[in-house]
T-cell receptor, first 110, second 114 residues
Framework: SQTIHQWPATLVQPVGSPLSLECTVEGTSNPNLYWYRQAAGRGLQLLFYSVGIGQISSEVPQNLSASRPQDRQFILSSKKLLLSDSGFYLC?????????FGAGTRLSVL | GEDVEQSLFLSVREGDSSVINCTYTDSSSTYLYWYKQEPGAGLQLLTYIFSNMDMKQDQRLTVLLNKKDKHLSLRIADTQTGDSAIYFCAEQSGTSSNTGKLIFGQGTTLQVKP
């Protein structure tokens, strides 16, 4: 069966520090992968999606970047975090028409 | 542009039925989804419906789709305290089928009182 892993679960980082969040999917190949941010427990904002290795589409201009170095690995990064980067970050994968979500990473930038 | 709207809050008593409503604007939607999010957790897929269907039932869950009015609803029968969560409606546009991109509503917080 397929599973999705995100880590870390919780992260507290100072302003100006770098960020790396990792997401991996097991039990499938060539999935579509997605990074979302959820602010204040409300709606989801799609940040990036990828339909294949090295293929990244950005939905909104921001302080973050994404990479897909391997088929089932999706990384969200920042060189210098801002206070506004705080939020709940969710990774998702899709085999076709349904998205399955990871448990999320709670990021607090102080 | 594409938009999905939901009411923000619903409160019901345990044992009653809950109905969560959603409207969307994209007439080319192919699939519509309901997700559940418990506090501090990721989103759990509850059910989804293809746009050529009017209704889908899965145990205590019933999804109704009115494509003419672009209205989707989720009915939870015999609501339990464990159903307390945020429920998200989402749609996949026909123009996004190759990327699988979804448009989410803001979520409806369901409060179940004992």
């Amino acid at each position: 069966s397929q599973t999705i892993h995100q880590w870390p679960a919780t992260l507290v980082q100072p302003v100006g520090s770098p960020l790396s969040l990792e997401c991996t999917v097991e039990g499938t190949s060539n999935p579509n992968l997605y990074w979302y941010r959820q602010a204040a427990g409300r709606g989801l904002q799609l940040l990036f999606y990828s339909v294949g290795i090295g293929q990244i589409s950005s939905e909104v201009p921001q302080n973050l970047s994404a990479s897909r170095p391997q088929d089932r690995q999706f990384i969200l990064s920042s060189k210098k975090l801002l206070l506004s980067d705080s939020g709940f970050y969710l990774c998702a994968w899709s085999p076709a028409d349904v998205q399955y979500f990871g448990a999320g990473t709670r990021l607090s930038v102080l | 542009g594409e938009d999905v709207e939901q009411s923000l809050f619903l409160s019901v008593r345990e044992g009653d039925s809950s109905v969560i409503n959603c409207t969307y604007t994209d007439s080319s939607s192919t699939y519509l989804y309901w997700y559940k999010q418990e506090p501090g957790a990721g989103l759990q897929l509850l059910t989804y419906i293809f746009s050529n269907m009017d209704m889908k039932q899965d145990q205590r869950l019933t999804v109704l789709l009115n494509k003419k009015d672009k209205h989707l609803s989720l009915r939870i029968a015999d609501t339990q305290t464990g159903d307390s969560a945020i429920y998200f409606c989402a749609e996949q546009s026909g123009t996004s089928s190759n990327t699988g991109k979804l448009i989410f509503g803001q979520g409806t917080t369901l409060q179940v009182k004992p």
